[in-house]
């Protein structure tokens, strides 16, 4: 009989960051596919619909495009997500066991949602053939649905673990009781929720359309690729100025729940009224080095007054302080400055539309929308950086510290290891699949892949 | 039947839905695996992709289901599982990584050596997949999980219970894809085909019930629990997998002789019926235990508002999902999605 259990224990501080830097990874890797998930389904279904409704067929092959390349991100989403589910439990099992019968109530709800996305999905993308033209353009519809169902669901759970209720512990901090309404419907999901759907909509139509924009710089600037910019653009237009709504509302509910995380993130050390704001610099506990300094606006932001109190550092205990600050006031500084860009590049597209009917001209517009999806993901990235490392040193805020959830288990620095090696070499190989996608297209080349294409026989 | 009885009974239908639909996948990609060189293999692989290619996702997401109802309605006992059996399920979770990517990549890959690669990781990762699941199940069944969890992480699994049970899913999800294959190689009207896959279910079923004979031998041996259980309470549904795996080798032996073709619809209710009832008869057997000898149903069951919500979530999905489901099944069998 194999005897090899009795290894030494692991070490749990080591533990405990290996387990954060593999879930903090995976996350970040799973969180820009499942935005395709969420936004990539209405993004394909209007180009579908002008297809239809103009008999545009232009617009059709963008949605048949975009459709085969959904294919293969949902797929990869499909399992980089079923290894998040796995993680709570290898990474952290006191945390499921302790708190699994609240956190886990809007996952039981997002497994419908998703099941009944992973079934439209199929059906949509392998629909194209034989399914007549409205048919297959309704068997579409849920996916975009159960795509926002399935976001409200997820981040209604991450936002109990900051906002926590709808729960009672006994003396030994055992659930014995949940109220599964409260527990949905936390106050941080009232915002978390809208700004995360939103954030999937600008990743996806600023990412799509800078695909297009880099082909037109290429010289490419047929009706194809002014479609393939302007559907995913014009989305993504829409949602930026909500989104700038919500995030406000939201660091400001942020401000008056969680002292600790707002105080991190705006690098407040002493409470107080008139508190500046600082963009950029780094966070010391004598003060902010090297940022430009707005006297007053940090209190105006959070009360719409200068004499606004805001709580800082200096009121929280020091093992209830968020790390690395630094950090996290860049992160947060990147994910509104990048906001900010992008709704400038919006009021950019609508003044010269509502002028001319038309993009503007410069090879400037084009380069800033080449960039823009890339900057949506990096500000996608900050955000989720801002709640998650801005909870810290808790898992569920107030009740559960992130040291006390994870696993005993030896081994995760080499689980984690391997996680990178691998989730590379899926990254890599997909994006080299859809440059590839891309490629036959316009090459208009029978590849491996055109099966999926209408044949002769599709069309009655 | 107490509310954590009910919520015990949907983490089983969850089990049971993975282990048919999820279990037929890792089949398929067994047979892809074994189906011979580029040229030899083409035509058979040609079927199991073209089966596969709508459904898997669906499909997988059943393992999602029965991840979230184990976590939500049943903490204690996910914890214990996944703090002692963390080695196979990670490497459980690997296979399913590679699998769906692999599958993913394979037929939107370009150039041959990496169409082959992509593939080859598809199909290999089917096989490590449901050998390591079932090493987990074995290893709750010989009960080396303690119930307050941090079992031991290698002598918990590394022992012949679960190993064979590992054997043993692999074999019979071979045995569910041949059955299925069958009958869409019957539909496709490929009588080669036909007989290719009946050869290979025929297999797959021996295998499958010698793996159990020794399964039965290692239960009275390790998990003397459940063995006295299966062979009281649950005896009735061990007949009935018996009658139905009787029934489906009786047809198959028919259809290899070419005597007469099998008919689906009589070929797979029987060979689902087989392993459905070897799932049932696991749940009674193990009842009231969840995590067995150590943590009952009762012990490790959520709050009541909790497993409410588990039900009520249940029955949605059964009103929702499964027309659904039913959907996509019938467009996929009407050959009206394709690539």
């Known amino acids: ?70 294919a293969v991100t949902f ?129 996806v139509g600023f990412g799509v359309a800078s695909i297009y924009a880099a082909g037109m710089l290429k010289g490419r600037r047929d009706r194809l690729h002014r479609l393939g910019l302007l559907i995913p653009l014009t989305i993504a237009c829409i949602a930026t100025p909500i989104q700038l709504f919500v995030g406000d509302t939201a660091a400001r509910a942020v401000a008056d729940h969680q002292p600790a995380k707002f105080a991190g993130m705006e690098c407040i050390q002493e409470s107080g009224p008139d508190q500046t704001e600082y963009i950029g610099g780094i966070c010391t506990s004598s003060g902010v080095k090297g940022a430009i300094p707005l006297p007053g606006l940090d209190s105006f932001l959070v009360g719409f007054s200068k004499n606004t109190e805001v709580t800082g550092l200096n009121d929280i205990p020091a093992d209830e302080r968020p790390p690395a600050n630094t950090f996290l006031h860049l992160s947060f500084d990147a994910m509104v400055g990048i906001g900010t860009a992008l709704l400038a590049l919006g009021a950019w597209l609508a003044f010269v539309w509502w002028r001319r009917r038309d993009i503007p001209k410069t090879p400037w517009f084009l380069r800033a929308v080449a960039v823009s999806g890339a900057g949506a993901v990096l500000a996608l990235w900050a955000g989720w950086i801002v709640t998650e490392v801005g909870r810290q040193p808790w898992i569920v805020q107030g009740y559960m510290r992130t040291a006390e959830a994870v696993t005993p288990a030896h081994g995760i620095w080499f689980s984690f290891a391997l996680v990178l090696v691998l989730y590379a070499a899926i990254g890599t190989i997909a994006i080299l699949v859809l440059r590839g996608m891309s490629k036959r297209w316009r090459e208009g080349a029978a590849g491996p892949d055109t099966p999926y294409a209408p044949s002769a026989e599709a069309t009655p | ?108 890959i370009e150039g041959l050596s990496g169409r082959r690669a992509a593939g080859a990781t598809f199909a290999i990762s089917s096989l490590l997949t449901p050998f390591f699941m079932g090493c987990v199940v074995g290893a709750i069944a010989a009960g080396n999980v303690p119930g307050g969890g941090d079992g031991p992480a290698f002598s918990s699994w590394l022992q012949p219970l679960p190993l064979l049970t590992g054997a043993m899913f692999v074999a019979s999800g071979a045995y569910l894809a041949a059955v299925f294959l069958v009958g869409d190689a019957r539909r496709a009207g490929d009588e080669r085909l036909e007989r290719y896959f009946a050869r290979r279910a025929l297999a797959a079923a ?98 009541p508002d909790t497993l409410s919500t588990v039900i009520v979530v249940f029955l949605a999905a059964a009103v929702l999902v499964l027309p659904a489901l039913a959907l996509l099944y019938w467009l996929s069998q009407q050959e009206l999605l394709g690539e």
């Open chain 1, 75 to 203: 797929a990869v989403g499909a399992v980089t997500g079923t290894v998040l589910s796995f993680e709570f439990g290898l990474l952290w099992p006191r945390f499921m066991d302790r708190f699994g019968a609240a956190f886990g109530i809007a996952f039981a709800i997002e497994g419908i949602f998703f099941f009944l996305e992973a079934i439209f999905l199929a059906i949509y993308i392998y629909g194209w053939k034989r399914l007549s033209g409205w048919a297959h353009f309704w068997s579409g519809v849920p996916m975009v649905l159960t795509g926002i169902g399935g976001a409200f669901a997820v981040v209604a759970a991450n936002g109990w673990m900051n906002q926590p209720q709808g729960f009672t512990l006994d003396a030994a901090g055992k659930v014995v009781d949940t109220n599964p309404v409260q527990v949905i419907f936390n106050p941080a999901s009232g915002y978390e929720v809208p700004h995360m759907i939103l954030a999937a909509y600008m990743v």
């Open chain 2, 1 to 108: 039947m107490t509310r954590a009885d009910v919520c015990a009974v949907v983490l089983w239908v969850g089990v049971t839905a993975y282990a048919l639909f999820g279990g037929a996948d890792f089949g398929g990609g067994f047979w892809d695996l074994v189906a011979g060189g580029a040229e030899r293999g083409e035509r058979p692989r040609a079927v199991i992709q073209r089966s596969l290619t709508p459904v898997w996702e669906a499909n997988h997401v059943w393992l999602i289901f029965i991840l979230v109802v184990l976590w939500t309605a049943f903490p204690p006992a996910f914890s214990a599982v996944m703090t002692t059996l963390y080695v196979p399920l990670a490497l459980a979770a690997l296979g399913i990584v590679l699998r769906g990517s692999g599958f993913a990549f394979r037929k939107s």
């Open chain 1, 1 to 70: 009989m194999l005897r090899l259990d009795p290894l030494p224990l692991a070490a749990s501080a080591s533990n405990l960051l290996a387990a954060r830097e593999q879930m903090a990874f995976t996350l970040g890797f799973h969180i820009v596919l499942s935005c395709l998930g969420v936004a990539l389904p209405a993004t394909i279904l209007v180009a579908n619909y002008v297809g239809l409704r103009r008999d545009d067929s232009d617009a059709m092959e963008l949605a048949r495009r975009w459709s085969k390349a959904m």
């Open chain 2, 206 to 303: 021996l295998v499958a019930g010698v793996a159990a004979a020794f399964g039965l031998v290692e239960l009275h041996a390790e998990a003397r629990y459940i063995f006295d259980r299966l062979t009281s309470e649950g005896l009735p549904l061990i007949v009935l997998s018996a009658a139905c795996g009787l029934g489906v080798l009786t047809i198959l032996i028919a259809a290899t002789r070419r005597s007469a073709p099998a008919s689906p619809w009589l070929l797979r209710p029987l060979a689902a019926g087989a392993v459905v009832a070897v799932i049932w008869g696991w749940g009674v057997a193990q009842f009231p235990y969840l995590v067995p000898t150590s943590l009952k149903i009762t012990q490790s069951a959520a709050p």
